[in-house]
């Protein structure tokens, strides 16, 4: 059975491969798996066919036979989780690599989202200009520990995992700011992952959504 997946119809990222099913295409790839997707419309993901599958109307979604799954990082699990890859199969060293997972959604993820949505929904605001440092001294913080953590190793936890899958798509929404430039080690973390075959693959295939939704 070839799973399907659902991505943005016309994604407000331009191809820039931020959008969160760049995760899930990204682990597929990484396993080998061909999939299907599914594309939908800001309108089509608030109605009660995507919000069956998607209680928050979002994107993406994963579905293989009877099971359909939403939110990245449980989708990224159970791929590998299914393939037996992305993750250690030594216990200790599997427990370390999900709860890179957990780090890159839960601690990592939130204020590079609040800077970001800041940017792009607030300017307009009074106190947009009063908020803004506040929110990249947030992100600073975060990137600091993770860069002290990171070192010079290549991946967070020995080999590349769905952890280190997952923690270089959430670096890579800093893409458009120059903030992650001040971290070396940082910035050649995500190179590297994105220098990924499997990255590459999946990035194309999302390029490719968006070059031909603008072309239509
Ligand atoms: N925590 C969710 C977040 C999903 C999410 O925010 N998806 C965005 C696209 S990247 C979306 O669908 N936004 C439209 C909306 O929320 O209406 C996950 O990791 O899957």
Avoid: C
Wanted: no cysteine; proline share 5%.
């Amino acid at each position: 059975m070839i799973p399907t997946i659902t991505a943005f119809k016309n994604s407000p990222d331009r191809g820039r491969g931020q959008a969160r099913d760049m995760r899930v295409r990204w682990a597929l790839e990484e396993v080998g798996q061909p999939y299907n997707v599914r594309l939908v419309s800001f309108e089509e993901m608030k109605e009660p066919g995507h919000l069956a599958l998607h209680p928050f109307g979002q994107i993406p979604t994963y579905e293989d036979g009877d099971l359909a799954l939403f939110e990245t990082g449980a989708i990224v699990l159970h791929i590998a989780e299914r393939h037996g890859v992305l993750l250690p199969t030594e216990t200790n060293a599997r427990a370390r690599a999900i709860t890179w997972m957990f780090a890159a959604l839960n601690t990592v993820e939130p204020p590079i989202v609040d800077f970001g949505m800041a940017m792009l929904l607030e300017r307009d605001e009074s106190w947009y200009e009063e908020r803004l440092p506040v929110l990249k001294d947030r992100v600073r913080v975060r990137l600091g520990e993770l860069s002290s953590r990171l070192g010079d190793a290549d991946w967070l936890d020995g080999a590349f995992s769905a952890g280190d899958l997952l923690m270089v798509t959430v670096l890579r929404r800093l893409n458009s700011s120059h903030i992650l430039g001040d971290y070396p080690n940082l910035s050649s973390y995500v190179a590297r992952g994105e220098a990924r075959s499997a990255f590459r693959r999946a990035f194309d295939a999302q390029l490719a959504v968006f070059t031909a939704a603008s072309s239509s």
